[in-house]
């Protein structure tokens, strides 16, 4: 018996085929975590999530040899490893992997961790204690070239009491474009994007920012989407 007549062609079923919408393929994950009980539940939990969990690791070295053979989407790292710690792994990763998106995973919630994943190559700072929902979502939206800091990063210091005395500043009064374009930059999008999507000029958009900047007393668009979510300034949707 030939494979022909295993599946013989069929013409209305090939045209079925062909209209069928396609269905994208769930992210390739590795997960990062010295702890390996952590590091295997959480690979359970997100392969159940929806995730193409690929490996796991347990060190920075074999975060980095694992990734430079797999070539993943995304990683999921944990920050605090003893030897090289993952913000220094996270680097290595942006060199043998170029195309992985890396998301750390961490205890810390001073925003100047947010800062220094950022300045590593990170593209989303997650805290170890929120939601497994909220991972996941965080991991479905990430995208290179942004910072996606997960909502519950600074609402839980904010309920416990434990947020920084700067906190304690007013909040600024923003006009409705500036809380628009903050809004933009909350979900990681470039000024030329927004730019485009708010109907204004470029240069227009960058006084808006400039003035976010004076407003939340920061110097970087990072440090105001930071700022903005300590103070409760963006939208639920950002």
């Keep these: 018996m030939s494979l ?18 396609l269905v994208p393929k769930p992210p390739r994950v590795i997960v990062v975590d010295d702890h390996r009980t952590f590091a295997e539940m959480l690979a359970i939990a997100l392969q159940a999530g929806g995730m193409d969990v690929i490996g796991t690791a347990h060190s920075a070295t074999q975060a980095v040899s694992l990734a430079e053979l797999t070539q993943p989407d995304v990683v999921v790292m944990d920050i605090q490893m003893p030897g090289e710690d993952g913000l220094s792994a996270t680097r290595r990763l942006r060199q043998v992997a170029p195309g992985a998106v890396i998301a750390v995973v961490t205890a810390h919630r001073d925003p100047d961790w947010v800062v220094r994943a950022t300045q590593a190559g990170a593209s989303a700072f997650i805290p170890k204690d929120g939601s497994l929902a909220e991972m996941i979502d965080v991991l479905t939206r990430v995208r290179a070239g942004q910072m996606l800091v997960a909502p519950s990063t600074f609402s839980t210091a904010l309920t416990a009491g434990t947020v920084p005395a700067r906190l304690n500043d007013p909040r600024p009064q923003l006009t409705h474009r500036e809380q628009e374009v903050l809004d933009c930059l909350g979900r990681g999008m470039q000024v030329k994007a927004i730019a485009r999507v708010l109907g204004i000029t470029l240069e227009t958009c960058r006084g808006y920012v400039k003035a976010l900047h004076t407003k939340l007393g920061v110097r970087s668009q990072l440090e105001a989407v930071v700022k903005a979510q300590q103070l409760g300034l963006l939208s639920t949707a950002a």
Excluded: F, I
């Excluded at 007549?5 to 209305?12: E, I, T, Y």
């Design 4 to 21: 022909a007549q295993l599946n013989p062609p069929n013409q209305h079923n090939t045209v079925d085929r062909a209209e069928a919408p």
